[in-house]
Structure formats: structure tokens, C-alpha cells
């Protein structure tokens, strides 16, 4: 009985280069040209991506600075008005104190008044 030798690796790729040779390359030229492609989409939209993030982190810091510039202003408008506020209660506590002393003055002057005359 005769022995069948089983072929090798390095056989059988002989044997397929010499069915699909001119195939295999051109699929394997098509693949190099799909993954190139693939790359450079890759890059495209990585590059994208980073200015997306930039221009959304300028955006969010000047919107920072605008909101920080605002309550910085309201503030001090608070304690302007505050400040304010204040003089006018010491205005009328002051001009209430003068006033209560002319009606007590006038309320004594009235008394001396009608004891002179009982």
C-alpha cells in the first residue's frame, strides 16, 4: 500500500498563491487602500472631535467669565443699595429724634401753660 503524504503548510499556501495568486494580491492591495481610508476617516474625526472640545471649553470659560463679571456687579449693587439703605434709616431716625424733641418741648411748653392757668 502506498502512503499519502499530507501536505505541509508552506505546500499548501504554494498551492493556493498558484489558484488565487493574482486574486489574493488584489484583495490584499484592496484591503491596504480600505484600511488607509479607515485611517485617515479616523483621523479626520479625532481631529474634529478636539475642536468640538476646544471650542466648547472657550465657550463654557467665557460663559464663566460673563457670569462671574455679573455677580460681581449685582454685588455691588447690593451694597450700594445696602449702604443706602442705611443712611436713609440713620436720615430718619435722626430727623424722627429732632422732631420727638420739638413735640416733647411744645408738649411742656402746653403744660406750663395750663398749670399757670389752674
Known sequence: MAETKTPTFGEINTI??????????????????????????EQRLEQRIDDWVARQE???????????????????????QGATLGEKIETVSSADRVRLGHMLSELGQQISQLSEEA
Do not use: P
Request: no cysteine; net charge negative; aromatic share 4%.
Open 16 to 41: 493556493r498563491d498558484i489558484l488565487m495568486g493574482e486574486q489574493m494580491t488584489e484583495y490584499n492591495a484592496r484591503f491596504k487602500d480600505l484600511q488607509a481610508a479607515l485611517d485617515a476617516l
Open 58 to 80: 472657550s465657550a463654557q470659560a467665557a460663559l464663566e467669565q460673563r457670569m462671574n463679571g455679573r455677580l460681581q456687579a449685582l454685588e455691588q449693587q447690593l451694597q450700594q
